[in-house]
């Protein structure tokens, strides 16, 4: 069983800023891509940034520059730093995972509960 477990989402002022973590636990050999997507009401969920296993990273045009995509792999955790938020970055935000089990076994895409992330104007 893998489990993904955020943290870190909340009230901001625009200009403001966060910063989203998610850690992976259980059955996990090799993480091959860790990511972050989002979904506004109404709106269908979009990634918003990536980072490889080599650590190559890759951004929506729309967070370049003020979003920062990281990840621990020692503690199989991804990190996002949100700043100069603005209102149309409000959203839940999801952790997504692609996993092996082993080093033989399919890959596997994981994600976590998702957080809220709201701006005010």
């Given amino acids: 069983q893998v489990h993904l477990v955020e943290s870190g989402g909340g009230l901001v002022q625009a200009g403001g800023s966060l910063r989203l973590s998610c850690a992976a636990s259980g ?3 090799i ?8 979904q506004a009401p109404g709106k269908e969920r979009e990634m918003v940034a990536g980072i490889g296993s080599g650590g190559s990273t890759n951004y929506a045009d729309s ?6 995509i ?3 792999n020692a503690k199989n955790t991804v990190n996002l730093q949100l ?4 209102p149309e970055d409000t959203a839940v935000y999801y952790c997504n995972f692609r996993i092996r089990r082993t080093l033989l ?7 976590g509960q998702g957080t ?3 701006v005010s104007s």
Avoid: C, P
């Fill in 63 to 68: 967070v370049k520059g003020r979003f920062t």
């Fill in 105 to 111: 076994s399919a890959q596997e895409t994981h994600w």
């Fill in 83 to 86: 700043n100069s938020l603005i």
């Fill in 70 to 72: 990281s990840r621990d």
């Fill in 31 to 38: 993480i091959n891509f860790m990511g972050w997507y989002r």
């Fill in 116 to 118: 809220q992330v709201t």
């Fill in 27 to 29: 059955s996990i050999s």
